[in-house]
């Protein structure tokens, strides 16, 4: 199934922001991502025909920014920020729990395909330290408890919405 | 004293447009078109002696005065990457005050003519986005924004636009590359973006935090703006706190005067939470030079200007604070690690320069590094300062350079090596895998 046929309002919504379709890019790169997961190859190829540029030019654009998969990633995507103002407040302890508690280290994805861990650079909330977004939503002022907690609501949810998913 | 911007801590809920119009909202905006014409608009955002507060401390009103008037369309590119280590400040604003923020680029909008204003938001700030969106189409609908804008016969669009993680996107013309649907290198400069911005066409790009100063310029006038802050700095400025406090987190306070980092890490920021005394300040995030916390550098009193004596700078106010336990070299290699990370990589000085950096950090932290590591440390430093499009290859160079000046025992007491300035047996061993590799 093409984006065109399954997010053909949005897509079109985001190519009236702008005089030049190709500043769309970005914005159809996260469709692409939020129907498939990941931006597949074929998804490259058809936001380079929509947009009427080259697809190593669409590939070039996932590569240079950090928010863009073109691999597949788990179901919740885990950023914790581990730079320096969170490092301070224990934010790479904190890191390294929620990576024993998943049996993954940081960037790796879990066998069952649910989790990847990312330490990542600042986002902005380092005044709520220790700090974690699951898919870019915030989740402030963790702990380790909060964080289990957490993990195993999101485990709950899959099981929930997949019950064929064996583990 | 009430808050300019942060006014959601005075009036709560100010993020409804209800509660915002009730409490002089779009005043300014009435205003400036109402009573004003555009260039007078630029004249009283000048008269108000507004700064930038992306960490440049440009005046606004003269940046505004960049853009040629007989070349259209025209765009307003506001800033809301905020990236910079430390810095939650904008982010604050969009989520509590975001109409002011609106109302804020609409006057800008106005000044220069512009026909669309395009946010561009980092994408870690996801939910802000959607927030922002709903708050476009409530200001749509009371007639701030879309065509004949309060009858004036202005017409100006506002679109939000998600980053994608990149911390260069924050740099004024990279921003504007990654808007056109590119990777975010920045450009060079001449042409500025006031005459060759975004399509080619005249842009003004503003800070978020800029922007939500000018309701308060244009509603109560340029002298009202000036009984807050010096007559260098006027009005007041969002601080960061962050790091070893109790209590981090934003604090609006005017330059200047009583406003000093004793005064924000001590009465505000009660302390440091371990009780240990106060070792390093990070004034610019990771972009500016650590200052020893010296009694000097504690009571003087904050503006653009003031820190430079001490070789730092002001930047964006993001105050990361560090206490005794803290290992500087330590922390130099945390925020190498960012640059090396951020690093566009059009640059041949800064991608290299941070990369060995990066590498001789690490080698630091391994307790392999030697006397001879430091000094490459600076010669490598050295070589990348002024030699790259963007300030970011410069910025890299200051946790190197300001944390061995100040605190060159730190890096002495994790210096191990055998003084060959060698590779050790097991780097050598990693390097060969990585050449393998490759």
């Given at each position: 199934?093409?984006?065109?046929?399954?997010?053909?309002?949005?897509?079109?919504?985001?190519?009236?922001?702008?005089?030049?379709?190709?500043?769309?890019?970005?914005?159809?790169?996260?469709?692409?991502?939020?129907?498939?997961?990941?931006?597949?190859?074929?998804?490259?190829?058809?936001?380079?025909?929509?947009?009427?540029?080259?697809?190593?030019?669409?590939?070039?654009?996932?590569?240079?920014?950090?928010?863009?998969?073109?691999?597949?990633?788990?179901?919740?995507?885990?950023?914790?920020?581990?730079?320096?103002?969170?490092?301070?407040?224990?934010?790479?302890?904190?890191?390294?729990?929620?990576?024993?508690?998943?049996?993954?280290?940081?960037?790796?994805?879990?066998?069952?395909?649910?989790?990847?861990?990312?330490?990542?650079?600042?986002?902005?909330?380092?005044?709520?330290?220790?700090?974690?977004?699951?898919?870019?939503?915030?989740?402030?002022?963790?702990?380790?408890?909060?964080?289990?907690?957490?993990?195993?609501?999101?485990?709950?949810?899959?099981?929930?919405?997949?019950?064929?998913?064996?583990? | 004293?009430?808050?300019?911007?942060?006014?959601?801590?005075?009036?709560?809920?100010?993020?409804?447009?209800?509660?915002?119009?009730?409490?002089?909202?779009?005043?300014?905006?009435?205003?400036?078109?109402?009573?004003?014409?555009?260039?007078?608009?630029?004249?009283?955002?000048?008269?108000?002696?507004?700064?930038g507060r992306g960490g440049a401390?440009?005046?606004?009103?003269?940046?505004?005065?960049?853009?040629?008037?007989?070349?259209?369309?025209?765009?307003v590119a506001v800033n809301a990457d905020e990236s910079e280590?430390?810095t939650?400040?904008d982010?604050?604003?969009?989520?509590?005050?975001?109409?002011?923020v609106?109302?804020?680029a609409?006057?800008c909008?106005?000044?220069?003519?512009?026909?669309?204003v395009y946010i561009y938001i980092r994408?870690?700030?996801?939910?802000?986005?959607?927030?922002?969106?709903?708050?476009?189409?409530?200001?749509?609908?009371?007639?701030?924004?879309?065509?004949?804008?309060?009858?004036?016969?202005?017409?100006?669009?506002?679109?939000?636009h998600?980053g994608?993680?990149?911390?260069?996107c924050g740099e004024e013309t990279a921003l504007l590359?990654s808007l056109?649907?590119?990777?975010?290198?920045?450009?060079?400069?001449?042409?500025?973006p006031?005459?060759?911005?975004?399509?080619?066409?005249?842009t003004v790009i503003n800070n978020v935090e800029t922007l939500?100063?000018?309701?308060?310029?244009?509603?109560?006038?340029?002298?009202?703006?000036?009984?807050?802050?010096?007559?260098?700095?006027?009005?007041?400025?969002?601080?960061?706190?962050?790091?070893?406090?109790?209590?981090?987190?934003?604090?609006?306070?005017?330059?200047?005067?009583?406003?000093?980092?004793?005064?924000?890490?001590?009465?505000?920021?009660?302390?440091?939470?371990?009780?240990?005394?106060?070792?390093?300040?990070?004034?610019?995030?990771?972009?500016?030079?650590?200052?020893?916390?010296?009694?000097?550098?504690?009571?003087?009193?904050?503006?653009?200007?003031?820190?430079?004596?001490?070789?730092?700078?002001?930047?964006s106010?993001?105050?990361?604070?560090?206490?005794?336990?803290?290992?500087?070299?330590?922390?130099?290699?945390?925020?190498?690690?960012?640059?090396?990370?951020?690093?566009?990589?059009?640059?041949?000085?800064?991608?290299?320069?941070?990369?060995?950096?990066?590498?001789?950090?690490?080698?630091?932290?391994?307790?392999?590094?030697?006397?001879?590591?430091?000094?490459?440390?600076?010669?490598?430093?050295?070589?990348?300062?002024?030699?790259?499009?963007?300030?970011?290859?410069?910025?890299?160079?200051?946790?190197?350079?300001?944390?061995?000046?100040?605190?060159?025992?730190?890096?002495?007491?994790?210096?191990?090596?055998?003084?060959?300035?060698?590779?050790?047996?097991?780097?050598?061993?990693?390097?060969?895998?990585?050449?393998?590799?490759?």
């Open positions: 199934m093409a984006l065109l046929d399954t997010r053909k309002e949005d897509i079109e919504h985001h190519l009236s922001k702008y005089p030049d379709k190709r500043s769309a890019i970005m914005p159809l790169l996260y469709i692409a991502q939020e129907e498939y997961g990941y931006i597949t190859e074929e998804a490259m190829q058809e936001i380079a025909e929509l947009l009427d540029v080259d697809i190593t030019h669409v590939k070039g654009v996932v590569g240079f920014y950090g928010m863009y998969y073109d691999k597949p990633k788990g179901k919740y995507l885990l950023y914790i920020c581990t730079d320096l103002p969170c490092a301070l407040r224990g934010a790479e302890e904190f890191s390294q729990h929620v990576c024993e508690k998943l049996g993954i280290q940081p960037g790796e994805t879990t066998p069952d395909g649910i989790f990847t861990v990312e330490n990542v650079m600042c986002i902005g909330a380092c005044h709520r330290a220790p700090v974690m977004q699951v898919n870019f939503h915030f989740h402030e002022n963790m702990d380790e408890e909060k964080a289990d907690q957490l993990i195993e609501d999101l485990r709950r949810e899959v099981k929930a919405t997949e019950p064929y998913r064996s583990e | 004293m009430a808050h300019i911007l942060l006014r959601e801590l005075d009036i709560p809920n100010i993020k409804d447009i209800d509660v915002y119009l009730a409490h002089e909202g779009y005043q300014g905006l009435r205003k400036a078109i109402a009573e004003h014409t555009p260039d007078e608009v630029i004249d009283i955002v000048k008269a108000s002696g507004l700064r401390g440009f005046p606004t009103g003269v940046k505004w005065g960049f853009v040629p008037k007989d070349v259209f369309p025209k765009y280590p430390g939650f400040k982010r604050q604003l969009m989520e509590n005050n975001p109409h002011q609106l109302e804020g609409l006057i909008a106005y000044a220069i003519q512009a026909e669309a994408g870690e700030y996801w939910d802000i986005a959607d927030w922002l969106d709903e708050a476009i189409e409530k200001a749509r609908a009371r007639g701030f924004i879309g065509e004949n804008i309060l009858g004036s016969g202005w017409s100006c669009e506002i679109y939000t998600r994608a993680g990149a911390y260069i590359e056109e649907g590119k990777r975010g290198h920045p450009r060079l400069r001449p042409p500025f006031a005459s060759v911005g975004l399509y080619g066409k005249p939500a100063n000018l309701p308060y310029i244009l509603d109560k006038g340029a002298e009202a703006y000036r009984q807050f802050g010096t007559e260098g700095s006027p009005g007041t400025k969002i601080f960061c706190l962050s790091g070893h406090v109790n209590n981090p987190g934003n604090y609006e306070l005017p330059f200047g005067g009583e406003t000093t980092l004793r005064k924000l890490i001590f009465e505000l920021g009660g302390g440091t939470r371990s009780g240990k005394p106060v070792k390093g300040i990070l004034p610019a995030g990771a972009s500016g030079a650590i200052l020893p916390a010296t009694d000097e550098v504690l009571d003087t009193p904050l503006d653009y200007e003031s820190l430079r004596p001490f070789g730092s700078s002001l930047g106010a993001s105050l990361i604070i560090l206490d005794e336990s803290v290992n500087m070299a330590w922390a130099a290699n945390k925020m190498i690690h960012f640059f090396s990370h951020e690093s566009c990589g059009q640059c041949t000085p800064c991608r290299e320069g941070t990369y060995w950096l990066r590498r001789l950090y690490e080698r630091l932290e391994r307790g392999e590094a030697d006397l001879y590591d430091v000094e490459t440390m600076k010669n490598i430093a050295a070589q990348m300062l002024g030699k790259s499009i963007c300030a970011l290859g410069d910025f890299a160079t200051n946790p190197v350079l300001g944390t061995i000046q100040h605190f060159g025992e730190d890096y002495e007491a994790v210096l191990g090596g055998d003084g060959s300035g060698d590779a050790s047996p097991d780097e050598k061993e990693a390097a060969a895998t990585e050449a393998a590799a490759d």
